[in-house]
T-cell receptor
Framework: AQKITQTQPGMFVQEKEAVTLDCTYDTSDPSYGLFWYKQPSSGEMIFLIYQGSYDQQNATEGRYSLNFQKARKSANLVISASQLGDSAMYFCAMTPPGSNDYKLSFGAGTTVTVRA | NAGVTQTPKFRVLKTGQSMTLLCAQDMNHEYMYWYRQDPGMGLRLIHYSVGEGTTAKGEVPDGYNVSRLKKQNFLLGLESAAPSQTSVYFC????????????FGPGTRLTVL
């Protein structure tokens, strides 16, 4: 399985500020997909954003953007204008889209706490 | 459209007991997955299926079996539960189409005493 590393166990951010969550990965496959999921305290897994390794532009979805640096093997999530509802665990994951099974490998996660 | 549902939501077992977790999806997805989530760790893949009648092992398959007799259902079985299988179990599904993300169920919290 690919190795995903999230080095920040927990982060605090002030409401309305931006926060960057780090994610690095290790794969020798040139074709892969990168994902971010949010897990609030209620426990469900919510898909946020996807980046394909051959995509020319960084992915954006509303207040979420992915800072993709392929040469550095990093896929950091940026949340702009943080809201109290952004308090959650965030997971980085990847899968080789060239395969036919799309299995996900997850990082250990980063807990984000938004302060009012 | 219920998405991905899991039954039961909570369960407590004694060591050695058996049980089956049911995952159902109404999105006509080809791919289905079972993950487990332990404290301080990300989700780890147990077993998965790329279509009706197919199953394959993931990263942590020992102690579990699965079946996919119908496209919409993916069953996860524990034949002889062990305390190490105390975890939160998530089922997920994915279309074979262009969309890349997996859709997750709400999870099943299993405690093995």
């Amino acid at each position: 399985a690919q190795k995903i590393t999230q080095t920040q166990p927990g982060m605090f951010v002030q409401e309305k500020e931006a926060v960057t969550l780090d994610c690095t990965y290790d794969t020798s496959d040139p074709s892969y997909g990168l994902f971010w999921y949010k897990q609030p305290s209620s426990g469900e897994m919510i898909f946020l954003i996807y980046q394909g390794s051959y995509d020319q532009q960084n992915a954006t979805e509303g207040r979420y953007s992915l800072n993709f640096q392929k040469a550095r093997k990093s896929a950091n999530l940026v949340i702009s204008a943080s809201q109290l509802g952004d308090s959650a665990m965030y997971f980085c994951a990847m899968t080789p889209p060239g395969s036919n099974d799309y299995k996900l490998s997850f990082g250990a996660g980063t807990t984000v706490t938004v302060r009012a | 459209n219920a998405g991905v549902t899991q039954t039961p939501k909570f369960r407590v077992l004694k060591t050695g007991q058996s049980m089956t977790l049911l995952c159902a999806q109404d999105m006509n997805h080809e791919y289905m997955y079972w993950y487990r989530q332990d404290p301080g760790m990300g989700l780890r893949l147990i077993h998965y299926s790329v279509g009706e009648g197919t199953t394959a092992k993931g990263e942590v398959p020992d102690g579990y079996n699965v079946s996919r007799l119908k496209k919409q259902n993916f069953l996860l079985g524990l034949e002889s539960a062990a305390p190490s299988q105390t975890s939160v179990y998530f089922c997920a599904s994915k279309t074979s189409g262009r969309r890349n993300e997996q859709f997750f169920g709400p999870g099943t919290r299993l405690t093995v005493l």
